[in-house]
């Protein structure tokens, strides 16, 4: 059984730092490939940042774009998203995801991933 848990969430003023963590338990081999997701909003769920399951490759939304980060410790037991420069606009319920398609690729769809978290939110006031 695995199990995903996020943390870090919380409401901040616009231009903060916020670093969210997600804590794999259960099974962690074959390692998975991981993934950040939000929900704005009024929104659907929507891609934001992701870390090949290799962790040679990450990708993210453009909305993101060079202000949050994707990382992962050495323990391969918990993984990050460091948000830098944060904006109204990242107001969302934040959650992680793991996916096990053996794949170097970034997984940015949410049916490549079969694991999920419950959910953290992250409120930013202007």
């Known amino acids: 059984q695995v199990h995903l848990a996020e943390s870090g969430g919380g409401s901040v003023p616009a231009g903060t730092t916020l670093t969210l963590s997600c804590t794999i338990t259960?099974?962690?081999?074959?390692?998975?490939?991981m993934g950040w997701f939000r929900q704005r909003p009024g929104n659907e769920r929507e891609f934001v940042a992701g870390?090949?399951?290799?962790?040679?490759?990450?990708r993210y939304a453009d909305s993101v774009k060079g202000r949050f980060a994707i990382s992962k410790d050495n323990t391969k037991t918990t993984f990050f998203l460091q948000m830098r420069r944060l904006k109204p606009e990242d107001t969302a319920v934040y959650y992680c995801?793991?996916?096990?398609?053996?794949?170097?690729?970034?997984?940015?769809?949410?049916?490549?991933?079969?694991?999920w978290g419950q959910g953290t939110q992250v409120s930013v006031s202007s």
């Open positions: 995801a793991g996916g096990l398609l053996i794949t170097n690729t970034v997984l940015v769809r949410e049916d490549d991933y079969s694991y």
């Open positions: 259960g099974r962690t081999y074959p390692p998975f490939a």
């Open positions: 870390l090949s399951r290799t962790e040679l490759s990450t």
